[in-house]
């Protein structure tokens, strides 16, 4: 049978591995691109309330791909944050952290894009972009040598790459083959992900608002014609109540939102579906094995607290992508590979110790850490530069 040579084979076609694809085949670089599932159809799907922010610093690697240009739902900007502390149904505490994009250059913090959209934008490139094969829905079985990796394709070609770039998400099978042994942290919860309609404009205002039973997040998204005003909500709750609650009924799960949410948005009304997410962090020993590169959810994954997860991947693809251009030589060398996870795996580590610690000192109801986090919040609040530190970390440029 044919056999295929390609600089660099990528398994998994989510959103990391999709827009690493983009990056590298824009370059010029052989890319094969391996998903077992399919890839949604091109037409439009039906809104599902989905959404990522994307910080303002992972921004680089979707606009050199050229998927931000595709996007066919013009992303949302986020202007302010706000961040404070609560128990539901009582008004949110008056201790709170204001973040203001003006206050740091006036470019927006990040952009709320429906998941959605980032699919249909990966799409129209995945099956356009010149120098990109992509095979979907496909069984790849990769057999990893010192000089190369073979790629088989179940009843298709034989691929040859000089890198396989494992993007095949948290349970990466391609991880588990190299040997690589991973950590888990349980939370004992899970997030439920949904969107409403609202009756008052969110102004690109992102809220955060800690409750015992873990962060309620409101993200600005983008009107359609059916609704002028939408966001998404990202919240954690402890496992038995969060399983309750995608069993209520639409009007008893909306109310049980704005219970966290209050009434600063008007009338509120569920929009599509709700989704359940268990929520663990979990992250990867090394990132690295001959000829590997473990990028994004299989190398890491972290509580969604700071909607920073897919950000971590991106910028994992856009280090990768930078090392694997900037060398004349070998893109699955292995002093290119340590240099890959030099640059990736503190910064990523980091940012996983940061989320668990936001989760574990907030989402409870111990008086005395309460009055802590008020304290420190309300201190915060009146410290410009550190106001400024905790900005440019939203940004991603922390
Ligand atoms: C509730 C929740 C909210 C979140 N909100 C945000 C947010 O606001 N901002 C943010 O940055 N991040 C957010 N995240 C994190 C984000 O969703 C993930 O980090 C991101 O989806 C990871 O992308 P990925 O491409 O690495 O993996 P995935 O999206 O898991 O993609 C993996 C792909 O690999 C394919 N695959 C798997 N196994 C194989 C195989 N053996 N062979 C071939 N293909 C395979 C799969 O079909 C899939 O297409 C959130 C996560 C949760 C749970």
Redo the contacts with the bound molecule.
């Keep these: 049978m044919e056999q295929h040579e390609f600089d660099v084979a990528i ?9 690493l694809a983009c990056r590298l085949a824009q370059a010029g670089q052989r890319v094969a691109l ?4 399919a ?1 949604p159809p091109m037409e439009h799907p039906d809104f599902d309330g ?6 303002r610093g ?1 921004r680089p690697l979707l606009d050199q791909s050229g998927v931000w240009d595709a996007l066919p739902i013009a992303p949302c900007p986020i202007l302010d944050i706000r961040v404070t502390d609560g128990k539901p149904g009582r008004p949110a505490s008056p201790l709170h952290l204001h973040f203001d994009h003006t206050e740091v250059g006036g470019e927006p913090f990040g952009w ?1 894009v429906e ?1 959605r959209a980032l699919r249909m934008a990966l799409n129209e490139k995945l099956n356009t972009m010149p120098g990109l094969s992509l095979f ?1 829905p ?3 079985s990769v057999t990893r040598h010192a000089g190369h990796a073979d790629i088989a394709i179940a009843g298709g070609p034989k691929l040859r790459a000089k890198l396989v770039v494992a ?8 991880r588990k083959e190299a040997g690589i042994a991973t950590t888990t942290l349980p939370y004992r919860q899970s ?3 949904c969107a409403i309609a609202h009756e008052l404009p969110h102004d690109g205002v992102a809220l955060e608002h800690f409750l015992p039973g873990g962060p309620f ?1 409101l ?1 600005p998204m983008t009107g359609n014609e059916a609704h002028e005003n939408i966001s ?1 909500i ?1 919240f ?1 709750e402890k496992t038995a109540l969060a399983a309750r609650l995608m069993t209520l009924d639409d009007a008893a799960f909306t109310a049980e939102i704005a219970r966290r949410l209050g009434n600063h948005l008007g009338r509120i009304a569920l929009v599509g579906k709700r ?1 359940g ?1 268990p ?1 663990a962090a979990q992250y990867a020993q090394r990132y690295t094995a001959t000829r590997l590169a473990l ?5 890491h ?2 509580h ?1 607290i700071a ?8 910028r994992d693809a856009e280090a990768l992508a930078g090392l694997v251009l900037g060398t004349a030589g070998d893109p699955g060398a292995a002093d290119l590979l340590a240099r890959y996870q030099a640059a990736r795996r503190p910064a990523n580590m980091l940012m996983l110790a940061a989320t668990d610690t936001l989760d574990r000192l907030f989402s409870n109801d111990n008086p005395v850490l309460r009055l802590a986090r008020d304290v420190g919040i309300a201190a915060v609040h009146r410290m410009p530069r550190t106001r400024r530190f905790f900005m440019r970390a939203a940004m991603g440029e922390g």
């Design positions: 398994i998994g076609a989510g959103p990391v591995g999709g827009a391996v998903d077992r599932a890839l989905r959404a990522y922010a994307i910080a992972s709320i998941a979907a496909a069984a790849a993007a095949d998400g948290k349970h990466s099978q391609l997030a439920v992900v997040a993200l998404a990202v954690t989704w997410y929520l990028v994004g959810d299989s190398a994954v972290i969604p909607g920073q997860g897919l950000n971590l991947g991106l």
